[in-house]
């Protein structure tokens, strides 16, 4: 144990976080939070991905008597966290069914004799009562309840294990908690409070903006291409991440990168257990891997300079979208979200609805988080204002963020109102005159006078809307049905083919009564281009010393079988890079250089930086 803490139990809160974490501030609540901890008090903290949340209770942990027992579902990322605090100089370890009889006895004794500054538990251990009775053999700092959200009913996250842990306020009624969670919405947040027996708690809720990350979303045309076209311009060697809705859609997407020189892994429900683990570790543990994955994959992935995350397919909700696009650029840097989406993807998830068991109400609920995202896809306003409204923040910065694809290339509303009744006017005669339904690319067809098989052996070329719609060309006409589905003035049939039909709404807009607007991409959609990418934004001498560093850093991190975080992140390097330290005293002025990684790592760097 060589840390400074050690020595010192008391130290204050901001010591402990510039000389273990080599950090100058706290951000944020941080400090507020941390103190009120130390000082006794119950909290709940609702912050975003990449916030600091961890801070929170490590801090506290070091600073009070004690352990501090953190309780987490994330058995598989349990090793790193431990290693990664490991690597701080501070003394953590974990119990959970991963380890045998032996290891679990020496991490019983080293808590029992007050050597462990953190201990992480899976929850389910706490309904043993040898667990219980192990914690009263030592002395507990504080209960940090992370991913709290867990314990929510309604919430994708449900873990039964996380109902029982009001248990913790009863057995142990003068020991602080701090429960945690990066999930914003109002229920949730009272869920925990409700069901975590955390009535007096002081709540600090952060400001959901990521400033860091530029939210992009597309037109989906060939979606392979675009997102290698994304990768290989703005991304290209960085680590990211790219959702996918069905395991086949993962599969071969990560083939299709891989062939295109992309290191990528697939990541998803069906596959071994052995071969998603070994594929999480190699995307946690080398530089520049691309996880193609389904929604199975993410939580608790504290990988802090993942550069991008692609969404290949709509996301079922806006809540969902964000807890997957948070995912990226957790250390601050600058990263992208970007979601390609067509009208493939409404017909979809609308009819994937209608299919869904369930009672009305959920189907309703499942329809309004569609159309909430839908609503996101369609804006002509900026992306972010609309997100953090979503989750009822105001945007501190006005109605404009500057770094979203509509505030960069802002898109046009037109009066489509024309294009929507004859569109509208298409099917309702197919429908009234014929008794026939069909998808949007035959309905596209007639509109655009073409006479295909099909339009001549149905003489659809004798409808009175035959060719009317040849100003507008197939894609725009894809862009208008996709609209006018998003917009609920056009609707999917229930009969499993993705027909289109008139709604309720669509009256109003063939009489004229209701006017449609329709938003006009723009002629050249936005591109982060060089901005997005760290090394192209550092002075160019700086560029090579990061790559060298970089290069360092992936030794050092096989040689100890850690992620390459563990050993520095992005930031830091950075930072060396621009500031190239000639002293001992100057890299430790660098935000990420603690004591212990002084002294182990301080000599070779200085080095590294004078060659
Ligand atoms: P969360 O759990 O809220 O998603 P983390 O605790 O993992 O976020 O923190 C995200 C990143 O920010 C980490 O790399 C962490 O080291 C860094 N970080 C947290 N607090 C600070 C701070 N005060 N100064 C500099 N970096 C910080
Ligand atoms: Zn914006």
């Given at each position: 144990m060589t840390a400074a803490h050690a020595s010192m139990p008391r130290a204050t809160p901001l010591a402990v976080l510039e000389r273990t974490f080599g950090y100058d501030s706290f951000r944020g609540q941080q400090h507020e939070i941390i103190d009120h901890v130390v000082a006794g008090g119950d909290a709940i903290v609702l912050m975003p991905t990449g916030g600091g949340k961890s801070l929170c209770y490590q801090?506290?942990?070091?600073?009070?008597?004690?352990?501090?027992?953190?309780?987490?579902?994330?058995?598989?990322?349990?090793?790193?966290?431990?290693?990664?605090?490991?690597?701080?100089?501070?003394?953590?370890?974990?119990?959970?069914?991963?380890?045998?009889?032996?290891?679990?006895?020496?991490?019983?004794?080293?808590?029992?004799?007050?050597?462990?500054?953190?201990?992480?538990?899976?929850?389910?251990?706490?309904?043993?009562?040898?667990?219980?009775?192990?914690?009263?053999?030592?002395?507990?700092?504080?209960?940090?309840?992370?991913?709290?959200?867990?314990?929510?009913?309604?919430?994708?996250?449900?873990?039964?294990?996380?109902?029982?842990?009001?248990?913790?306020?009863?057995?142990?009624?003068?020991?602080?908690?701090?429960?945690?969670?990066?999930?914003?919405?109002?229920?949730?947040?009272?869920?925990?409070?409700?069901?975590?027996?955390?009535?007096?708690?002081?709540?600090?809720?952060?400001?959901?903006?990521?400033?860091?990350?530029?939210?992009?979303?597309?037109?989906?045309?060939?979606p392979l291409q675009q997102l290698?076209?994304?990768?290989?311009?703005?991304?290209?060697?960085?680590?990211?991440?790219?959702?996918?809705?069905?395991?086949?859609?993962?599969?071969?997407?990560?083939?299709?990168?891989?062939?295109?020189?992309?290191?990528?892994?697939?990541?998803?429900?069906?596959?071994?257990?052995?071969?998603?683990?070994?594929?999480?570790?190699?995307?946690?543990?080398?530089?520049?891997?691309?996880?193609?994955?389904?929604?199975?994959?993410?939580?608790?992935?504290?990988?802090?300079?993942?550069?991008?995350?692609?969404?290949?397919?709509?996301?079922?909700?806006?809540?969902?979208?964000?807890?997957?696009?948070?995912?990226?650029?957790?250390?601050?840097?600058p990263s992208t979200a970007w979601l390609a989406y067509g009208l493939q993807d409404v017909v979809q998830q609308r009819r994937m609805i209608q299919q869904s068991e369930g009672t009305p109400e959920f189907r309703r609920r499942l329809g309004a988080n569609l159309d909430a995202m839908l609503a996101l896809c369609e804006t002509v306003d900026c992306r972010r204002v609309q997100l953090l409204s979503y989750f009822g923040e105001e945007f501190a910065g006005g109605d404009r963020c500057g770094n979203c694809d509509t505030c960069l290339a802002p898109p046009e509303a037109i009066d489509g109102t024309i294009p929507a009744q004859k569109l509208l006017s298409t099917v309702v005669r197919l429908w009234r005159e014929r008794q026939q339904r069909y998808g949007a690319g035959h309905i596209i067809d007639i509109l655009l006078g073409r006479e295909t098989d099909r339009v001549t052996q149905q003489r659809h070329d004798q409808l009175t809307t035959f060719g009317i719609g040849a100003d507008l060309s197939e894609a725009e006409w894809r862009g208008v049905v996709r609209q006018l589905l998003a917009q609920g003035v056009l609707g999917v049939a229930d009969d499993g083919y993705g027909t289109l039909v008139i709604t309720e709404a669509s009256a109003a807009v063939l009489s004229g009564q209701r006017p449609v607007r329709l938003r006009k991409e723009p002629e050249r959609p936005a591109r982060g281009g060089r901005k997005a990418k760290i090394v192209q934004e550092l002075p160019r001498e700086a560029g090579g010393l990061f790559e060298a560093l970089r290069a360092w850093r992936a030794t050092r991190a096989r040689e100890q079988g850690v992620p390459a975080y563990v050993v520095f992140g992005d930031a830091t390097l950075r930072g060396i890079a621009i500031t190239r330290p000639a002293s001992l005293g100057e890299l430790a002025s660098i935000s990420g250089v603690g004591e212990k990684k002084l002294e182990q790592y301080g000599a070779e760097l200085l080095e590294l930086v004078r060659a």
């Amino acid at each position: 144990m060589t840390a400074a803490h050690a020595s010192m139990p008391r130290a204050t809160p901001l010591a402990v976080l510039e000389r273990t974490f080599g950090y100058d501030s706290f951000r944020g609540q941080q400090h507020e939070i941390i103190d009120h901890v130390v000082a006794g008090g119950d909290a709940i903290v609702l912050m975003p991905t990449g916030g600091g949340k961890s801070l929170c209770y490590q801090i506290p942990s070091l600073v009070r008597a004690g352990t501090g027992i953190v309780i987490s579902p994330l058995i598989a990322l349990m090793q790193d966290q431990v290693d990664a605090l490991a690597a701080l100089g501070v003394r953590a370890a974990f119990l959970n069914s991963t380890q045998d009889a032996g290891q679990r006895a020496l991490v019983e004794r080293a808590y029992r004799e007050g050597e462990l500054d953190l201990l992480y538990l899976a929850p389910e251990r706490l309904a043993v009562e040898s667990t219980t009775r192990l914690l009263d053999e030592g002395r507990i700092a504080l209960f940090a309840i992370d991913e709290a959200h867990c314990v929510s009913q309604w919430g994708h996250d449900f873990r039964p294990d996380y109902l029982r842990l009001s248990v913790l306020h009863e057995r142990w009624p003068t020991v602080p908690r701090i429960a945690l969670t990066a999930t914003a919405t109002e229920v949730t947040h009272r869920e925990i409070a409700a069901r975590l027996d955390l009535g007096t708690a002081r709540h600090f809720v952060s400001s959901f903006d990521r400033a860091n990350i530029q939210y992009r979303i597309e037109a989906k045309n060939q979606p392979l291409q675009q997102l290698l076209s994304f990768i290989r311009t703005e991304h290209d060697g960085d680590a990211g991440i790219v959702y996918c809705l069905s395991r086949a859609s993962v599969e071969k997407t990560a083939a299709f990168l891989t062939e295109h020189g992309i290191p990528a892994l697939p990541y998803h429900a069906g596959l071994d257990a052995r071969l998603r683990a070994a594929n999480q570790a190699r995307f946690l543990r080398d530089d520049g891997v691309v996880m193609v994955a389904t929604i199975a994959f993410g939580m608790g992935i504290d990988k802090p300079d993942v550069r991008f995350v692609a969404h290949l397919d709509l996301p079922k909700s806006v809540e969902g979208y964000y807890q997957e696009t948070g995912r990226a650029g957790r250390d601050g840097l600058p990263s992208t979200a970007w979601l390609a989406y067509g009208l493939q993807d409404v017909v979809q998830q609308r009819r994937m609805i209608q299919q869904s068991e369930g009672t009305p109400e959920f189907r309703r609920r499942l329809g309004a988080n569609l159309d909430a995202m839908l609503a996101l896809c369609e804006t002509v306003d900026c992306r972010r204002v609309q997100l953090l409204s979503y989750f009822g923040e105001e945007f501190a910065g006005g109605d404009r963020c500057g770094n979203c694809d509509t505030c960069l290339a802002p898109p046009e509303a037109i009066d489509g109102t024309i294009p929507a009744q004859k569109l509208l006017s298409t099917v309702v005669r197919l429908w009234r005159e014929r008794q026939q339904r069909y998808g949007a690319g035959h309905i596209i067809d007639i509109l655009l006078g073409r006479e295909t098989d099909r339009v001549t052996q149905q003489r659809h070329d004798q409808l009175t809307t035959f060719g009317i719609g040849a100003d507008l060309s197939e894609a725009e006409w894809r862009g208008v049905v996709r609209q006018l589905l998003a917009q609920g003035v056009l609707g999917v049939a229930d009969d499993g083919y993705g027909t289109l039909v008139i709604t309720e709404a669509s009256a109003a807009v063939l009489s004229g009564q209701r006017p449609v607007r329709l938003r006009k991409e723009p002629e050249r959609p936005a591109r982060g281009g060089r901005k997005a990418k760290i090394v192209q934004e550092l002075p160019r001498e700086a560029g090579g010393l990061f790559e060298a560093l970089r290069a360092w850093r992936a030794t050092r991190a096989r040689e100890q079988g850690v992620p390459a975080y563990v050993v520095f992140g992005d930031a830091t390097l950075r930072g060396i890079a621009i500031t190239r330290p000639a002293s001992l005293g100057e890299l430790a002025s660098i935000s990420g250089v603690g004591e212990k990684k002084l002294e182990q790592y301080g000599a070779e760097l200085l080095e590294l930086v004078r060659a």
